[in-house]
């Protein structure tokens, strides 16, 4: 009997949270809310720099800077909820981006077709890095590693290297960079597709049964598959709908810089893993919120603009954004660590 | 006993390469009761549970479920022959709050075009039918059916695992260890929560490896050596050191009368 009220006394002292185990219980239940602090905090500093920062017309600027990174950071934060990585998501934009307009352009295919082409080879894409990651049991590291150098050389071979410029490029494929100007702020249909692709994955994650799976998988992979989840089929499904995200950014790519290049895009893989880790989602899987990645995104192209308009040298401005990664992963951490 | 079993398997064989982990081995559970399955490492008890749940697939012998013949080829199998099986693993999904655990892998979509065609879940309804559960089970400790699991104790996870069999074992649960990984008033939760299973007449088969609590709960003990049934006993008639020293074959059990010769 004693032990007994020794143990209520005992559990009665824990449950007497301090400040920070509710800080840490609060960030734990929205991972997204560090960054969405610190991008308040940045907005107010780099507003008291520079007037024209908090400008309409600087945001949608910033917008258009961040929205191909956003929809890359999209696809890469379902993998990654799975515990996995796609190191070969920028590759395969621009692999589908070529082709795409380079079968319109050289081949005469109507651009619509081109573009159905074109996701199909996304999906294609991400279900081949699914297969290795499922079937083949390798690394998804490694799958996408190999996979990245694959897609890269594929851009070159198929398009010779060579540019479809923006005289030549169908107009159908330029449709996302038509934008609408209210008052000061430029909207462009780029950003919105971008919002609505994020409302789709955000609205798939949380309210059905997929999205549950998603989590789960990457939470603990064989407690998911002693619960009768079939793993390797949501694993499938989440590096092909990650495919299709990245096919349908390389439409994005093509309208915002009106032109298809195999040469860009490089630093798209880890720009998009920056984004989602900024935003909250784990690396380790099963924790994170789709649009604390859009916010972990918006973060970035923040401090860049910011920095700049404040006359911050490039150098510093990469220093400041490896600053923010290591702040991310730190909180991540802490919030992990005080659950286990 | 003049009750027809709920769950019989009859001479199980079952090897792997040249080990025989099953060599005719039978087990017999009837409504209601508690089977405590006990055996040294290496008796096959694992083996013999993997073919009731369809975990392995017998080489030969019969299961029977209410006397129908069942052969089950994956876990899927048994789960919908009303097969529940928690794992000494904790087989919960830390980061997920209770109710999306019961319901993990079995969730409940909405009614009409929200559920068919956009494929939304009945949250609210999973999580009242969560919360009827637990505390049905009486597990008065859980509060909140939204809290993650990873925020509960390890009585209260294995709990959340017992009350995810016991929602949709229709048939019979089989716990394998689970209180292994468990303190002593954790455990306790646990072995109550059996007994609250076996009130609701739901048969239930107990792996474990501990004697005392297998003597506290189980109706009868099925003890496996050697790849077969040794014995079964009960707790009334037999005491631990005999359960032990069939276990380890240093008392043999005539099968007729099922009295207990020492082996010199």
Redesign the interface.
């Known amino acids: 009997m004693s032990t007994e009220v020794a143990y209520d006394a005992a559990t009665e002292f824990m449950n007497r949270d301090s400040f920070s185990t509710k800080v840490q219980n609060t960030l734990h239940r929205y991972p997204w809310l560090s960054s969405a602090i610190v991008l308040a905090i940045a907005l107010v500093v780099f507003g008291r720099f520079n007037e024209n920062f908090l400008t309409p017309n600087n945001f949608s600027l910033i917008l258009q800077q961040v929205a191909i990174v956003g929809a890359v950071a999209a696809g890469q934060t379902i993998i990654i909820l799975t515990a996995g990585i796609d190191l070969s998501c920028g590759a395969m934009t621009v692999f589908v981006a070529m082709v795409m307009a380079t079968l319109t352009f050289k081949n005469g295919v109507p651009p619509v077709l081109s573009f159905i082409i074109g996701l199909l080879l996304g999906v294609a894409s991400g279900a081949f890095n699914g297969f290795l990651v499922t079937k083949v049991k390798l690394p998804p590291f490694i799958v996408t590693l190999g996979t990245l150098n694959i897609f890269v050389a594929l851009t070159l071979i198929y398009s010779k290297g060579r540019t479809v410029r923006n005289t030549e490029v169908d107009p159908f494929f330029v449709l996302l960079g038509k934008y609408i100007d209210i008052g000061e702020f430029r909207i462009t249909t780029g950003v919105v597709a971008v919002i609505f692709l994020y409302l789709i994955l955000a609205f798939s994650l949380r309210f059905t049964g997929w999205g549950r799976h998603v989590y789960a998988v990457g939470d603990d992979i064989e407690a998911a598959r002693l619960a009768g989840i079939s793993v390797n089929r949501v694993l499938m499904s989440v590096y092909s709908l990650a495919g299709l995200v990245f096919a349908f950014t390389a439409w994005v790519q093509i309208g915002r810089v009106t032109a298809a290049s195999p040469n860009v895009g490089g630093d798209l893989n880890l720009d998009s893993i920056t984004a989602v880790v900024i935003g909250g989602t784990s690396l380790f899987g099963g924790r994170g919120a789709i649009f604390g990645s859009f916010l972990g995104a918006i973060l970035v192209g923040v401090f860049r603009n910011g920095l700049t308009l404040a006359g911050v040298d490039l150098y510093y401005q990469i220093l400041a954004v490896g600053v923010l990664i290591l702040f991310a992963v730190s909180v991540d951490q802490w919030i992990r660590k005080a659950r286990s | 006993m003049s009750k027809k079993p709920v769950l019989e398997a009859k001479n199980i064989l079952k090897t792997y390469g040249r080990v025989v982990a099953l060599d005719d081995a039978s087990l017999q559970l009837f409504p209601g009761e508690v089977l405590a399955v006990v055996g040294d490492n290496g008796a096959g008890k694992s083996t013999l549970i993997k073919c009731l749940t369809g975990a392995e697939v017998p080489d030969a012998g019969s299961i029977e479920i209410d006397g129908q013949e069942v052969h089950f080829r994956r876990?899927?199998d048994g789960?919908h022959a009303g097969i529940e099986t928690v794992?000494q693993?904790?087989?919960?999904?830390?980061?997920?709050d209770i109710a999306?655990?019961l319901f993990?892998?079995?969730?409940i979509?909405k009614k009409g075009p929200l559920g068919s065609i956009?494929?939304?879940?009945d949250?609210a309804g999973m999580k009242k039918a969560a919360k009827e559960e637990i505390m049905a089970l009486g597990i008065g400790t859980i509060q909140n059916i939204s809290q993650?699991v990873?925020?509960l104790s390890g009585g209260q996870r294995q709990a959340v695992a017992v009350a995810r069999a016991a929602t949709f074992g229709q048939k019979l649960i089989i716990l394998d260890e689970p209180t292994a990984a468990l303190g002593v008033?954790e455990s306790a939760q646990v072995l109550k929560l059996i007994q609250t299973l076996r009130d609701r007449g739901i048969p239930v088969i107990l792996i474990s490896h501990n004697m005392p609590q297998v003597f506290e709960v189980a109706d009868r003990i099925h003890v496996q050596r050697l790849g077969r049934r040794a014995a079964v006993v009960t707790p009334k008639t037999h005491t631990m050191n005999d359960v032990v020293g069939i276990m380890t074959g240093a008392l043999k059990v005539e099968e007729k009368d099922q009295t207990l010769q020492p082996i010199r």
């Open positions: 876990p899927q789960r794992y693993t904790l087989a919960v999904s830390p980061a997920l999306s655990n993990l892998g079995r969730e979509r956009f494929r939304m879940l949250q993650a990873e925020t008033r």
